[in-house]
T-cell receptor, first 111, second 112 residues
Framework: KAGVTQTPRYLIKTRGQQVTLSCSPISGHRSVSWYQQTPGQGLQFLFEYFSETQRNKGNFPGRFSGRQFSNSRSEMNVSTLELGDSALYLC??????????FGPGTRLLVL | DQQVKQNSPSLSVQEGRISILNCDYTNSMFDYFLWYKKYPAEGPTFLISISSIKDKNEDGRFTVFLNKSAKHLSLHIVPSQPGDSAVYFCAAKAMGDDKIIFGKGTRLHILP
């Protein structure tokens, strides 16, 4: 069974731009979560989608948004990029169980 | 307020010895705990989990111990191998809540 895939793997943007990241979950998984990983901050929860509905949201500004499609694929959008948004963005999927399976991440660099 | 704490940012252990990674939590509603391992440039990989109804769960070289009264869990790796060098994240989930809360991670170095 294919794992969680994320595209693109690497991205360079400049301040003020916006970016869209994509995540395809494991087949059969309807829940997709997004995390931001920065040095020293661990994995910070952004949001979780289940059946196209946002089910949980972390403490991030409104510049961070997401959506989920009917095929469970998810996108995350960050508008008006700031230097501090440089991070590894991880997507994870799961069935309605506790164990999440992560994708390889998208490394975003904001210049 | 950080609900899942990994107070050791890094740990070095000799190959063949036991590695013990610690994790503390503050939320008494957490009832499910997980450990993930992460290599650079890769996503975290699920290692082992434990439910609050147990105090120990074992899978090969990996054992997780849960002390509910102390709100503490630990991951033991025996014997430690070079491929165990990675960042280990502790995570927890509360009853009735689907959100999984992660600690900041501990970087484990296995020394030859």
């Amino acid at each position: 069974k294919a794992g969680v895939t994320q595209t693109p793997r690497y991205l360079i943007k400049t301040r003020g731009q916006q970016v869209t990241l994509s995540c395809s979950p494991i087949s059969g998984h309807r829940s997709v979560s997004w995390y931001q990983q920065t040095p020293g901050q661990g994995l910070q929860f952004l949001f979780e989608y289940f059946s196209e509905t946002q089910r949980n949201k972390g403490n991030f500004p409104g510049r961070f948004s997401g959506r989920q499609f009917s095929n469970s694929r998810s996108e995350m959008n960050v508008s008006t990029l700031e230097l501090g948004d440089s991070a590894l963005y991880l997507c994870a999927s799961r069935r309605r169980q506790e164990t999440q399976y992560f994708g390889p991440g998208t490394r975003l660099l904001v210049l | 307020d950080q609900q899942v704490k990994q107070n050791s940012p890094s740990l070095s252990v000799q190959e063949g010895r036991i590695s013990i990674l610690n994790c503390d939590y503050t939320n008494s509603m957490f009832d499910y705990f997980l450990w993930y391992k992460k290599y650079p440039a890769e996503g975290p990989t699920f290692l082992i989990s434990i439910s609050s109804i147990k105090d120990k769960n074992e899978d090969g070289r990996f054992t997780v111990f849960l002390n509910k009264s102390a709100k503490h869990l630990s991951l033991h790796i025996v014997p430690s191998q070079p491929g165990d060098s990675a960042v280990y994240f502790c995570a927890a989930k509360a009853m009735g809540d689907d959100k999984i809360i992660f600690g900041k991670g501990t970087r484990l170095h296995i020394l030859p």
